[in-house]
C-alpha cells in the first residue's frame, strides 16, 4: 500500500484512496455478475493485467481516463469511481465519429437543390475512439455470384469503419445482409463475413466487427 509523500496535499490523497476503494468495491460486486477475471477485464479495456492490478489495489492512482473507461466498462457513472469526475470535465457536446455532411441533392429530382444536415444514427452520440478503421491489405469480393457482371469488389487499400458488434443494436444488424471481421488466437488475418447476422462467436475468436462505413480507395 502506498504511503502519502512527504508534504502531499492529504485532500488528494483521501481522494486517490477514496476511487481505489470505491473501484474494488464495484469490481468485486460486478466480476461475479459478468463472470469475468481480471486478465479478460484488463483485454477489454486495453491494458495489462498489472496495470489493471495496479489501480485495483490502490499503487497506481486511477487518472480521468482510465476512470472513463473502467466505468462504461462495468456499466456505473464515472463519478461512483470519481466522486469529484462531473467537477473535472468540460462539458461539450459528444464527439461524434463522422461529423454531420451537408446534403444537396436527391436520386429523384436532379434539379432540385435542398440543404439538410445529416448524420446516420449509428455514429450519434459516440466517441470518436469507438470506430475501428482497417485497411484492406487485398481486394474482397462481397458478392460472389457466378455472372462476373454482377460481381461486387471492396477494392485493396480501402478503409473500413467497424464497431465491435456487441456494442451495436441488434436491430441495426439485422435489418440487412452486413460485412464482418474476426479476428482469431488461431491466426494473424482477419476473416471476412457477408451474412445476414452476425456469425457465431467460437471459443478462439479474440473479437467481432461489424461495417458501418467503407472509405473507397
Given at each position: 500500500?502506498?504511503?502519502?509523500?512527504?508534504?502531499?496535499?492529504?485532500?488528494?490523497?483521501?481522494?486517490?484512496?477514496?476511487?481505489?476503494?470505491?473501484?474494488?468495491?464495484?469490481?468485486?460486486?460486478?466480476?461475479?455478475?459478468?463472470?469475468?477475471?481480471?486478465?479478460?477485464?484488463?483485454?477489454?479495456?486495453?491494458?495489462?493485467?498489472?496495470?489493471?492490478?495496479?489501480?485495483?489495489?490502490?499503487?497506481?492512482?486511477?487518472?480521468?481516463?482510465?476512470?472513463?473507461?473502467?466505468?462504461?466498462?462495468?456499466?456505473?457513472?464515472?463519478?461512483?469511481?470519481?466522486?469529484?469526475?462531473?467537477?473535472?470535465m468540460v462539458k461539450t457536446p459528444p464527439p461524434s465519429a463522422i461529423a454531420e455532411v451537408n446534403v444537396t441533392k436527391v436520386t429523384n429530382d436532379s434539379g432540385a437543390a435542398i440543404n439538410k444536415q445529416y448524420l446516420p444514427t449509428i455514429f450519434q452520440d459516440r466517441d470518436p475512439s469507438d470506430v475501428i478503421w482497417v485497411e484492406l491489405s487485398a481486394s474482397i469480393d462481397v458478392n460472389p455470384v457466378d455472372d462476373p457482371k454482377m460481381r461486387r469488389f471492396i477494392p485493396k487499400g480501402s478503409v473500413l469503419g467497424c464497431l465491435k458488434v456487441d456494442e451495436v443494436p441488434y436491430s441495426f444488424l439485422s435489418a440487412v445482409p452486413r460485412l464482418y471481421l474476426s479476428s482469431s488466437t488461431k491466426r494473424k488475418r482477419y476473416s471476412l463475413f457477408f451474412s445476414d447476422t452476425p456469425p457465431a462467436l467460437k471459443p478462439e475468436t479474440k473479437e467481432l466487427l461489424t461495417v458501418i462505413s467503407i472509405l473507397f480507395s
Open positions: 500500500m502506498n504511503t502519502p509523500a512527504m508534504g502531499s496535499d492529504p485532500s488528494r490523497e483521501a481522494l486517490r484512496v477514496k476511487k481505489q476503494l470505491n473501484f474494488k468495491r464495484l469490481w468485486k460486486a460486478r466480476r461475479q455478475e459478468l463472470d469475468i477475471t481480471q486478465k479478460t477485464a484488463a483485454d477489454q479495456l486495453g491494458m495489462t493485467q498489472g496495470a489493471f492490478s495496479q489501480y485495483l489495489n490502490g499503487h497506481t492512482e486511477i487518472n480521468e481516463k482510465a476512470v472513463l473507461k473502467i466505468a462504461k466498462f462495468l456499466g456505473v457513472p464515472p463519478v461512483e469511481i470519481d466522486p469529484t469526475f462531473d467537477q473535472k
